[in-house]
């Protein structure tokens, strides 16, 4: 490369992005490219290094097996199962398997695919719209996102004690913004019970495509749920010998989803042990109604060497 071009490059680095351009660049990676029949490319995040983020992987997923399903029905659930780190260097394939049509569902299953590897199983279901019985938990009194500051805004208070690579990292530009209702700290994780409210949302979504809103939730649903079950513990991710990983990933989805709009994401971690964390979450829109559930295990092993 030469002057002028590392120049440019490193210009391109520099550039503020809107949020529209965040939302905009959001959607086009999760909106994977057919190369087949049932055989689809998911695209690199550029700018992306090392591991690929799991919610990532799910979102194309998601969309990949959407492609092959009657457009009466909706994805309702998904189960995936992680099994070998992504690499940002490379893209993705994903390979769609028909297993079931019948009168009111489908059923997908879904391989994601770098070099030659599987790397995530996916089975997901999907349900042509009925009306039936109906109730759902309430959410109860919780403070409005437009009082509580963001997580980057808390990360900038602590900035002289966080590490720069871990601080970079978490305050780039990104299109997820997330306000903690009880602002947990990874730098001084202290002790405290295995429950977190946050308020989530896709900044300045400008798609009205449902099924991108649903993969948007999806890549959103992997944000700060694995951590929920290190609280009791007083550990964070970067805590040192801390290893974490997500193992397994689910998503239930109950009504039409707007990530364009503040969603509150209240989690719970009801059991860890051996190594491992499970998770819980709901996910409740302004007005208390109730329209994805999740659960995930994960890694947390403290590392002895």
């Known amino acids: 490369m030469d002057g002028a071009d590392k120049t440019q490059d490193e ?9 529209a351009e965040l939302a905009a660049g959001l959607v086009h990676l999760l909106d994977v490219e057919e ?12 700018g992306g290094r090392g591991r690929v983020f799991g919610g990532q992987v799910i979102a194309q997923a998601l969309t990949a097996a959407v492609a092959s399903v009657d457009t009466d029905r909706q994805i309702h659930s998904l189960h995936a199962y992680f099994m070998r780190p992504g690499d940002e260097d490379f893209p993705i394939i994903y390979r769609v398997e028909r297993d079931y049509d019948g009168g009111s569902f489908s059923n997908r299953r879904v391989i994601a695919m770098q070099r030659g590897k599987p790397i995530l199983n ?41 590490p720069e690579p871990f601080y970079r990292f978490m305050t780039r530009p990104r299109p997820i913004e997330m306000r903690p209702v009880d602002p947990w700290s990874p730098v001084d994780p202290r002790k405290r019970e295995p429950k977190r409210q946050i308020w989530i949302r896709c900044t300045d979504l400008q ?7 649903r993969a948007v939730l999806a890549f959103a ?5 694995l951590s929920t079950c290190m609280q009791p513990h007083g550990v964070s991710w ?8 997500s193992l397994d990933h689910a998503v239930w989805f ?9 969603l509150l994401y209240d989690t719970d971690s009801p ?12 996910l409740f829109n302004r007005d208390g109604k109730l329209v994805a559930s999740t659960a995930q295990e994960g890694l947390i092993r403290l590392r002895n060497d």
């Open 11 to 19: 210009a391109k680095k520099r550039r503020v992005y809107t949020p």
């Open 35 to 46: 190369i087949d029949v049932d055989l689809y490319r998911g695209r690199r995040n550029p």
């Open 122 to 162: 996916m089975t997901a279901s999907f349900h042509r719209a009925e009306t039936g019985l109906s109730h759902q938990v309430d959410l109860g009194e919780v403070p409005s996102p437009d009082d509580l500051p963001t997580e980057v805004e808390l990360l900038r208070r602590m900035k002289d004690q966080v």
């Open 207 to 213: 798609s009205d495509n449902q099924v991108m809103h």
């Open 221 to 225: 649903s992997d944000m700060a749920l």
């Open 238 to 245: 970067i805590t040192q010998k801390m290893q974490s990983a």
């Open 254 to 262: 109950h009504d039409d989803v707007d990530m364009s709009d503040w």
């Open 271 to 282: 059991w860890s042990g051996g190594a491992r964390g499970f998770n819980r979450g709901q």
